[in-house]
DNA sequence: CGCCAAACTTGACCCAGATCAAAGAAGCCA
DNA sequence: TGGCTTCTTTGATCTGGGTCAAGTTTGGCG
C-alpha cells in the first residue's frame, strides 16, 4: 500500500462521518481516531490489496468504488464484494489480506495501522458495535449474492444487478427511485461480479435493451424504462410479502 | 420456535463455552447469561426459523447441524451456511428472520430473547469483540463459498466439499487428518449447497469413487484413500503460497 | 419378515451459457 | 486527424450440467 498520503480531512466534516465504522463515536473518540487516521488515494485501477499480503492497515472507502476478488489458480475469478464509501476494509486480527482489493474508480481511504485500531476496538465499545453491524450487513449481502451465484438464470442475474444499482442509488437520491444511472462497471468486471462471461452479460444487456426495459444513451448511461419488468425478471422475491 | 424448553447446563460445563459468542466472557458476565438463556432442542429435519417471521431469539448452536438456506418464488432453493457447534444464529437490530434455519440432525440451541441480548452486547464489550470475530471469520467463509459457486466446476465444487468436511474433522480429531468420515448431508442437501443438481452430486461422488479418490463403505460412510488427488481436483490455491 | 417410502444411481437427451472468432464503437494521445 | 488500444457487440459452435425417466438400494416399521 504505497499511495499518496494526503491531507486529512476532519472527521467532523468527513462525508462517511454518520456511516462508517466511527459513526457511534462522540467527540472525544473521534479525537483519538483524528490522531491515527492517514488518508491514502488510489487511482482507477490502482490494486489497493494484493492477496497474500501482510495487512498492516484496515481502512475505510471515504469515496469511490473498490473491487473484492478471488482468483482460483487457472485464472478464473470472482468478484466478492463491491466497496462503497462507508464500508470496511480488513479484519482485526488476521495479518494477511484475505482477497485482491482493486480501485474501480479513483479512490480515497481512510487508514488507521492495524495495531492501534485493535487496540482502540478493545478500549472503545461504540466502535466494536458498529463494526458488528457492519459485518453483519456484508454477511446478510454475501448470503443473497451467494443465492444469486447458485441458483439464478444469466437473465436474472443480470436483472438483479440493475435493480440492486436502482436500490442504491435511491438511498442516495430522494424517495422515488431516479432511474437515470450509469454502470459502476466494465462488462467484464459486472461478468467477474456475475459468475458470467462478459459476452453473456452484453447479450443479456443488449436483450433488456430490445425489450424495452433498459434504455442506453451510450456504453455506460442507461434509464430503466420499465422497472416493474426488470424487478419481475429478476426472480426475487415479490414484495408483497412484508 | 415452539421447541421443547429444556434444563439448562451451566454455562461454565457447556461444550462450546471456549468458542461461541460468550467465550470471552469473565465469571460475572457468564452468570447474567446464565440468567437469561433458555436451552431448546429440535429434531432432525424441524424447522428451526421460518424465513419472515418475527427473531425473538438469538441463538448459540450447542450441539448437531443445522442449515441456513434462501428460497427463490419458484422453489429452486440455495443452503447459505452450514451452521456447526458454537455458531451464532441471528442478528442484533434486525426483528425478522432472512433465513430459513432447518435442523438437519437433532439439535440444541442455547438461546436468548433478543432484546435482553442487545442491552448485553451494549453492556458487555466482551460480547460484542467476540461477536465481530464470529461474523467476520462467516464473512469470509461466505467469500470463499462464492468463489465455489460463481467460478468452480460440479467435478472442483465436490472435491472442495469433500475436502472441507476432512479439514473440519481434523480440528476436532488430532494432527493427522482422520480420512474416515461421513456425509453430514444428503445428496440433494449437498446439492443445494454447492448449487447443483442432486443427479450431478451422485455421478461425481461414483466418479471419484472408481478412480480411487474416495471408497465409500455405504451411501454415507467414505474413506479418503488419495487426499493428494483431492486437493488437486477442488483447484484451490495450492497451499505453496504460505 | 416383508412392505413401503425415501434416498440414491444410472442412462438418454437437451439447452443455457461458455468458448472461439471476428467485427464494430469509443476514447485517447501524438 | 489518424492510428492506437480498450471495450463492446454479435455470430457460430460446443459442452457441462440440467432435466426427465427408469431402476436399485436402504432403512424403518407394522
Given at each position: 500500500m504505497n499511495a499518496p498520503v494526503l491531507a486529512n480531512v476532519k472527521c467532523s466534516e468527513c462525508p462517511i462521518r454518520h456511516r462508517a465504522v466511527c459513526s457511534r463515536c462522540d467527540t472525544d473518540e473521534l479525537a483519538v481516531l483524528e490522531q491515527i487516521k492517514i488518508y491514502r488515494n488510489f487511482k482507477a485501477g490502482d490494486q489497493v490489496f494484493w492477496r497474500g499480503e501482510p495487512m498492516d492497515y484496515v481502512a475505510s472507502i471515504v469515496s469511490g468504488v473498490a473491487t473484492l476478488g478471488k482468483t482460483l489458480e487457472d485464472g478464473r475469478t470472482q468478484m466478492v464484494g463491491l466497496l462503497l464509501p462507508s464500508d470496511f476494509i480488513g479484519r482485526p486480527g488476521r495479518t494477511k489480506v484475505e482477497f485482491d482489493v482493486t480501485a474501480v474508480t479513483d479512490v480515497t481511504l481512510c487508514c488507521f495501522e492495524r495495531q492501534p485500531f485493535e487496540r482502540l476496538l478493545v478500549a472503545t465499545p461504540r466502535i466494536a458495535q458498529r463494526l458488528v453491524e457492519i459485518a453483519l450487513d456484508e454477511l446478510d449481502a454475501a448470503r443473497d449474492w451467494m443465492l444469486l451465484l447458485g441458483r439464478k438464470t444469466a437473465r436474472e442475474k443480470i436483472a438483479t444487478f440493475i435493480d440492486m444499482l436502482v436500490q442504491r442509488n435511491s438511498v442516495d437520491h430522494g424517495i422515488t427511485p431516479a432511474l437515470a444511472l450509469a454502470l459502476p462497471l466494465t462488462r467484464e468486471e459486472i461478468a467477474n461480479y456475475l459468475g458470467l462471461t462478459?459476452?453473456?452479460?452484453?447479450?443479456?444487456?443488449?436483450?433488456?435493451?430490445?425489450?424495452?426495459?433498459?434504455?442506453?444513451?451510450?456504453?455506460r448511461n442507461f434509464v430503466v424504462t420499465d422497472l416493474e419488468a426488470l424487478r419481475a425478471i429478476s426472480g426475487d422475491e415479490s414484495d408483497d410479502c412484508l
Open positions: 462478459l459476452e453473456t452479460v452484453s447479450r443479456h444487456l443488449s436483450a433488456l435493451k430490445s425489450e424495452g426495459v433498459l434504455n442506453f444513451s451510450d456504453r
